[in-house]
């Protein structure tokens, strides 16, 4: 009798899945022409044009003036982590789920949640460049003064809550597009409206109350007024609704939203376009 030797592959270890499944997500994003232009350059865009024509200033009932582009640095920022977390998740899950990567991935051994770990992964460093290049954009061309001391932990926590809560949206969202080729005409025009109402371009206190009253619902606005917090002097809180910055309720909003938008993942995330087989 001839013995024979079964032979085992041992499996990767499940960090080096994570990590081969961000590189795969990363260079898919990168490569992406499209998806580069629009998710980094676009708010580069606005921020140049929009700082060049609105060059004024803003005073407060104390005296205390600063200039738009301050306060619009605070506006596109959120407005790009926006960008970078909800409508690049939700079109391009759409898009995978389309063209069957998604039912192709669901086939092979790697674990599903590897899968989500790279697209985290790959809204973090997205996030990271969007804020760098904005950051560095308007203190070049406009002397946009950054924040200082405490002020960049708490820039840090809402860019990390917010965009966490955007990319659990964006995951969710997703399932509302019935087909790759109709998920950026169902996302894009829900993202504008959110920016236009919830104070990206202009003042918050110049959009009218019952739409300040649905931007309160959404996670942008609470975004937005927390990095306005940390670029705009104290005095300008008494243009806020409340007369102030509201950190804490601001916390409180995203971290419910990242909560909400979880559950929303879990009851509606498809691997396949509905009325597949």
């Not at 606005?46 to 005073?59: K, M, N, P, Q, S």
């Not at 560095?136 to 946009?144: D, E, I, K, S």
Request: hydrophobic letters at 55%.
């Amino acid at each position: 009798m001839t013995a024979v030797r079964e032979r085992t592959t041992a499996l990767p270890s499940l960090a080096r899945v994570y990590r081969t499944r961000a590189v795969v997500e990363l260079r898919e994003f990168f490569r992406q022409r499209e998806s580069v232009i629009f998710t980094l350059l676009f708010p580069v865009i606005l921020l140049l044009v929009f700082g060049a024509i609105l060059d004024y200033g803003i005073t407060t009932d104390s005296g205390v003036t600063v200039r738009f582009t301050q306060l619009f640095a605070a506006g596109i920022i959120a407005a790009g982590i926006l960008g970078a977390s909800l409508q690049n998740m939700a079109i391009s899950i759409a898009t995978e789920r389309s063209d069957g990567t998604l039912k192709h991935l669901v086939g092979t051994p790697m674990p599903r949640h590897a899968y989500f770990v790279g697209k985290v992964v790959q809204v973090l460093v997205v996030t990271v460049a969007i804020v760098a290049v904005l950051l560095l954009v308007a203190t070049t061309f406009y002397g946009v003064d950054l924040p200082v001391g405490a002020d960049w932990l708490t820039f840090a926590w809402v860019t990390a809550l917010g965009s966490a809560a955007c990319t659990l949206l964006g995951i969710a969202i997703s399932s509302l597009a019935k087909n790759g080729r109709s998920a950026s005409a169902t996302v894009t025009p829900i993202a504008l409206v959110l920016q236009f109402i919830s104070g990206v371009f202009f003042q918050f206190s110049q959009v009218p109350d019952w739409l300040q009253t649905v931007a309160a619902v959404f996670p942008l606005k609470w975004m937005a007024q927390g990095l306005r917090s940390v670029f705009l002097p104290d005095e300008l809180a008494a243009l806020e609704p409340a007369g102030t910055w509201e950190l804490g309720r601001t916390a409180l909003v995203l971290a419910a939203w990242c909560a909400v938008g979880l559950a929303l993942c879990v009851a509606t995330f498809r691997w396949q376009d509905r009325g597949s087989s």
